[in-house]
């Protein structure tokens, strides 16, 4: 079967940085996706990776390892707008994208 | 720019009566998807469309039904709800299945079954 794990829950401090971690088993693979979704919002998207390293993005970077199945999400100089839900998509054999349950991230002051 | 827009935002069912969940994107995608979303689960595709007049099922399509007349629009129809149905549903639109192309989504409907 097909399988993305996250943490359920993460409690950072504001101005810090916190990684969230993805591991997947999917039939195939063709890009893993971060959103990140407010309470009660629509997903929007962060960030993509298909190649094996580091993809920056302001204050938000995404690693992959294709090899060990992993993905982390970096946030630094975390605000309290971060709070949020935070969702690892990994794209399988049939360009389906296959979701993670989220990592709700709690940001205190 | 409107983007994805999903009515209802609520609705309340009682067992076995249907209803029709409208789903609308103003930016020429081809693909469009509905999910649901449940409490510790991630979202699962009910029924997706890789443009207008086709339509395929998706991980968990039992119970719903989906048409798409027009590219625009994509419909999902619930012919006699059951409360297992009770979810938050999210419409999705994307340009292609290629690359970094992500899925552009609808703010949800809030669906219970009673």
């Known amino acids: 079967g097909q399988n993305i794990d996250q943490p359920t829950e993460m409690t950072a401090t504001e101005g810090a940085i916190v990684q969230i971690n993805c591991t997947y088993q999917?039939?195939?693979?063709?890009?893993l996706f971060w959103y990140q979704q407010h309470a009660g919002e629509a997903p929007t998207f962060l960030s993509y990776?298909?190649l094996d390293g580091l993809e920056e993005k302001g204050r938000f970077s995404s690693f992959l390892s294709r090899s060990k199945g992993y993905s982390y999400l970096l946030l630094k100089e975390l605000q309290m707008k971060d709070s949020a839900s935070y969702l690892c998509?990994?794209?399988?054999?049939?360009?389906?994208?296959?979701w993670g349950a989220g990592t709700k991230l709690i940001i205190k002051p | 720019n409107a983007g994805v827009t999903q009515t209802p935002k609520f609705r309340v069912l009682k067992t076995g009566q249907s209803m029709t969940l409208l789903c609308a994107q103003d930016m020429n995608h081809e693909y469009m998807y509905w999910y649901r979303q449940d409490p510790g689960m991630g979202l699962r595709l009910i029924h997706y469309s890789v443009g207008e007049g086709t339509t395929a099922k998706g991980e968990v399509p039992d119970g719903y039904n989906v048409s798409r007349l027009k590219k625009q629009n994509f419909l999902l129809g619930l012919e006699s709800a059951a409360p297992s149905q009770t979810s938050v549903y999210f419409c999705?639109?994307?340009?292609?299945?290629?690359?970094?192309?992500?899925?552009?989504f609808g703010d949800g409907t809030r669906l219970s079954i009673l």
């Open positions: 999705a639109s994307s340009y292609s299945t290629a690359g970094s192309q992500p899925q552009h």
């Open positions: 990776n298909v």
């Open positions: 999917t039939s195939g693979f063709n890009g």
């Open positions: 998509a990994v794209k399988d054999s049939n360009y389906q994208l296959i």
